[in-house]
């Protein structure tokens, strides 16, 4: 399975992204996934995840009430971005948990593949 990221963009500090994970490959059934981000210089931080089925959501704090995690089936995830701040300028990345897990899974080594990631910038 390979995940690949978009939607990212230059946008100012209010404004709204979409960003969107589209899975590839043998996909067989749905997979826990998640977003991270990681700011320059910094270590890559957990934003928010769904479960395998889509029922259950869990958010960072900084994300609660802003952003919100969806998912398209198998085969797609969203990260709706709302309000967004310069200090949520990052790469962002969507990971998937192979191994079957229902999730959703917070932590970095829950995560077995990883997208290529997605510049989100927010001016002042």
Request: with cysteine; proline share 2%; glycine share 12%.
């Amino acid at each position: 399975v390979q995940l690949q990221a978009s939607g990212g963009g230059l946008v100012q500090a209010g404004d709204s992204l979409r960003l969107s994970c589209a899975a590839s490959g043998r996909i067989f059934s749905n997979y826990a996934m998640a977003w991270f981000r990681q700011a320059p210089g910094k270590g890559r931080d957990f934003v928010a995840a769904i479960s395998w089925n889509g029922d259950s959501t869990y958010y960072e704090d900084f994300a609660k009430g802003r952003f919100t995690i969806s998912r398209d089936g198998a085969k797609r995830v969203f990260l709706q971005m709302n309000s967004l701040k310069p200090e949520d300028t990052a790469v962002y990345y969507c990971a998937a948990d192979l191994r079957g897990r229902a999730g959703p899974l917070a932590l970095i080594d829950d995560y077995d593949t990883w997208g290529q990631g997605t510049q989100v910038t927010v001016s002042s």
